[in-house]
């Protein structure tokens, strides 16, 4: 009876380790197959900045071109490959995580065929039951597509903004209440507003409060979803 006891006992074991090892590949798997690199640093006072990655999940080789015994093996790596103009940034964001627990930062990574990647970048750091770091966990995701576009917007808004700005024809946006959002240069010539300076924000009934009543019918009217139309009016500027 004690041998096959014995014997169950191991079966037992044999099917609990067969099961973490199905497990594991398939939490590998998918990890390795997700759109995030998953990474994880522990202390060392031999590092120049007191971590050490201690782990980096295979589909950084993917994403970024580097293997992961780049990351295990090689003292700073990391940091060398991150863009020179965002290094202060970075060092700075990192410099907070013992104060905060948190960081999370956006910034350029050098790829193995050259080039930079956008990666947005956080990470949690864990404290032991003394409060002491155990290890930071790390989480990345390549971003390059999202930069791209909405850098994109910025440079179309930037030329929106300057062909507006220098339009020939006296041009303004308001919001409900007739404050400023916008201006251009022969708008602010016609109304003599040059020394008010930026006029975001500014009321326009406030610049021009002799404005005739029915202009300000009008404005309420358009607000309203009217297409208002006038010719030629005559104003005389205070």
């Given at each position: 009876?004690?041998?096959?006891?014995?014997?169950d006992a191991l079966e037992g074991i044999k099917a609990i380790k067969d099961e973490l090892k199905r497990?594991?590949?398939?939490?590998?798997?998918?990890?390795?197959?997700?759109?995030?690199?998953?990474?994880?640093?522990?202390?060392?006072?031999?590092?120049?900045?007191?971590?050490?990655?201690?782990?980096?999940?295979?589909?950084?080789?993917?994403?970024?071109?580097?293997?992961?015994?780049?990351?295990?093996?090689?003292?700073?790596?990391?940091?060398?490959?991150?863009?020179?103009?965002?290094?202060?940034?970075?060092?700075?964001?990192?410099?907070?995580?013992?104060?905060?627990?948190?960081?999370?930062?956006?910034?350029?990574?050098?790829?193995?065929?050259?080039?930079?990647?956008?990666?947005?970048?956080?990470?949690?750091?864990?404290?032991?039951?003394?409060?002491?770091?155990?290890?930071?966990?790390?989480?990345?995701r390549d971003v390059t597509e999202q930069e791209q576009t909405q850098q994109a917007l910025r440079d179309?808004?930037?030329?929106?903004?300057?062909?507006?700005?220098?339009?020939?024809?006296?041009?303004?946006?308001?919001?409900?209440?007739?404050?400023?959002?916008?201006?251009?240069?022969?708008?602010?010539?016609?109304?003599?507003?040059?020394?008010?300076?930026?006029?975001?924000?500014?009321?326009?009934?406030?610049?021009?409060?002799?404005?005739?009543?029915?202009?300000?019918?009008?404005?309420?009217?358009?607000?309203?979803?009217?297409?208002?139309?006038?010719?030629?009016?005559?104003?005389?500027?205070?």
């Amino acid at each position: 009876a004690s041998k096959t006891f014995n014997l169950d006992a191991l079966e037992g074991i044999k099917a609990i380790k067969d099961e973490l090892k199905r497990t594991r590949s398939q939490l590998e798997h998918f990890i390795d197959t997700s759109a995030s690199i998953i990474s994880a640093l522990v202390p060392d006072s031999a590092a120049a900045d007191g971590w050490r990655v201690s782990y980096v999940s295979g589909n950084v080789l993917r994403l970024t071109g580097h293997p992961p015994a780049d990351w295990l093996e090689q003292a700073g790596f990391w940091f060398e490959h991150v863009h020179p103009d965002d290094r202060l940034r970075v060092r700075q964001a990192q410099q907070q995580l013992q104060a905060t627990g948190e960081f999370r930062q956006r910034y350029r990574f050098r790829h193995r065929e050259g080039g930079y990647r956008w990666i947005d970048d956080q990470l949690q750091l864990c404290r032991g039951a003394d409060g002491q770091p155990l290890e930071i966990v790390g989480s990345w995701r390549d971003v390059t597509e999202q930069e791209q576009t909405q850098q994109a917007l910025r440079d179309r808004q930037v030329k929106l903004d300057t062909f507006l700005a220098h339009a020939p024809a006296a041009l303004a946006m308001f919001n409900r209440e007739m404050r400023y959002l916008f201006a251009s240069q022969r708008w602010i010539q016609d109304f003599q507003l040059g020394a008010v300076g930026d006029l975001t924000g500014h009321s326009h009934y406030e610049l021009c409060p002799d404005l005739p009543p029915h202009w300000r019918q009008a404005h309420q009217r358009a607000f309203a979803g009217e297409t208002v139309r006038r010719e030629e009016e005559f104003y005389r500027l205070p």
